[in-house]
């Protein structure tokens, strides 16, 4: 069997370095990652070998995350839109022609803004703890942050930057994980975005991205309807004690698309590192049956 190795790799989209990770052959169907707050790729350092076998598997970090460039947020424009257009020239620039998206918490409104511009590129959805329904918001969890989308003050943003805290990033990491599972959340994924999200800028930058995020909510119905007209493919593989996106929110992708696969496993809202194993077999039955040129490649 052969080993797929990660290749780390960097290009420039409007001036901008993006750094990525990619693994699996060239010819293979492609399965784009997403990550979401506070992370990076880094999030899918344990699935992208898992899978890279049977896809060519591509993990950007956004603008403002990981090892990509983080222009002063006094010029740049940190909305989901504005990531979504540097997520979407990205896959032109490598040549994407049709994917399939994974895409967790922010980069569910990354990857479905992808999907509404260019409906014939997206083959099929993953999305683990990916929100697109108001009843998928946990009321206390999203309460400061609705707070500082209708009006952003001193005041309102307060709470908002415990968030950022190494508590903070560390609640989202093992909150809703058992304790016996506890053990397999190393340290070193929250202490790594912890020492990310307290560089200098980046607090005025994530502010002003969880600030726009009420542009997401504008989107919900245009990100349903596109399920409805698209049938496209979705497996939903979700962290069940998630209180930020709560279960409900994983359950209503049925609504729109009744063959939705939704799978509520029990953790929290990072799931891969408790569950890597399991949603990679979720993620290759649902992706081998879905598109079928997905075959192993020795």
């Given at each position: 069997m052969t080993t797929h190795r990660v290749h780390h790799r960097t290009t420039t989209v409007r001036g901008h370095?993006?750094?990525?990770?990619?693994a699996g052959p060239e010819d293979a169907p492609v399965l784009l990652l997403?990550?979401?707050?506070?992370?990076?790729?880094?999030m899918f350092r344990d699935l992208i070998p898992l899978l890279a076998?049977?896809?060519r598997v591509i993990a950007p970090d956004h603008i403002g995350f990981g090892r990509s460039a983080r222009p002063d947020a006094s010029h740049f424009s940190y909305t989901f839109a504005e990531l979504a257009r540097i997520t979407n020239e990205f896959t032109e620039q490598l040549g994407l022609k049709r994917f399939a998206l994974y895409v967790q918490d922010y980069g569910a409104p990354i990857g479905?803004?992808?999907a509404l511009a260019h409906p014939d590129r997206v083959s099929a959805i993953v999305t683990q703890n990916g929100n697109a329904y108001e009843e998928g918001l946990g009321a206390e969890a999203w309460a400061p942050v609705k707070a500082l989308i209708a009006e952003r003050t001193p005041e309102t943003e307060a709470p908002v930057r415990e968030i950022y805290s190494l508590?903070?990033?560390?609640?989202?990491?093992?909150?809703?994980?058992?304790?016996r599972l506890r053990e397999l959340v190393g340290p070193d994924a929250y202490e790594r975005d912890a020492a990310d999200i307290a560089r200098p800028g980046q607090t005025e930058i994530q502010l002003d991205l969880i600030s726009d995020y009420g542009s997401n909510f504008a989107l919900y119905p245009a990100f349903q309807e596109y399920f409805r007209t698209?049938?496209?493919p979705l497996l939903a593989v979700w962290g069940g004690h998630d209180e930020i996106f709560v279960p409900a929110?994983?359950?209503a992708f049925q609504r729109d698309l009744p063959e939705a696969e939704v799978h509520?496993?029990?953790?929290?809202?990072?799931?891969?590192?408790?569950h890597a194993d399991q949603i990679a077999g979720l993620i290759d039955d649902f992706l081998g049956r879905t598109l079928p040129a997905a075959r192993p490649h020795d």
């Amino acid at each position: 069997m052969t080993t797929h190795r990660v290749h780390h790799r960097t290009t420039t989209v409007r001036g901008h370095e993006v750094y990525y990770r990619e693994a699996g052959p060239e010819d293979a169907p492609v399965l784009l990652l997403l990550h979401g707050f506070p992370s990076s790729s880094h999030m899918f350092r344990d699935l992208i070998p898992l899978l890279a076998g049977r896809y060519r598997v591509i993990a950007p970090d956004h603008i403002g995350f990981g090892r990509s460039a983080r222009p002063d947020a006094s010029h740049f424009s940190y909305t989901f839109a504005e990531l979504a257009r540097i997520t979407n020239e990205f896959t032109e620039q490598l040549g994407l022609k049709r994917f399939a998206l994974y895409v967790q918490d922010y980069g569910a409104p990354i990857g479905l803004r992808l999907a509404l511009a260019h409906p014939d590129r997206v083959s099929a959805i993953v999305t683990q703890n990916g929100n697109a329904y108001e009843e998928g918001l946990g009321a206390e969890a999203w309460a400061p942050v609705k707070a500082l989308i209708a009006e952003r003050t001193p005041e309102t943003e307060a709470p908002v930057r415990e968030i950022y805290s190494l508590d903070g990033i560390k609640w989202q990491y093992l909150h809703g994980v058992p304790e016996r599972l506890r053990e397999l959340v190393g340290p070193d994924a929250y202490e790594r975005d912890a020492a990310d999200i307290a560089r200098p800028g980046q607090t005025e930058i994530q502010l002003d991205l969880i600030s726009d995020y009420g542009s997401n909510f504008a989107l919900y119905p245009a990100f349903q309807e596109y399920f409805r007209t698209s049938r496209v493919p979705l497996l939903a593989v979700w962290g069940g004690h998630d209180e930020i996106f709560v279960p409900a929110g994983a359950l209503a992708f049925q609504r729109d698309l009744p063959e939705a696969e939704v799978h509520l496993l029990p953790t929290g809202h990072f799931a891969l590192e408790t569950h890597a194993d399991q949603i990679a077999g979720l993620i290759d039955d649902f992706l081998g049956r879905t598109l079928p040129a997905a075959r192993p490649h020795d």
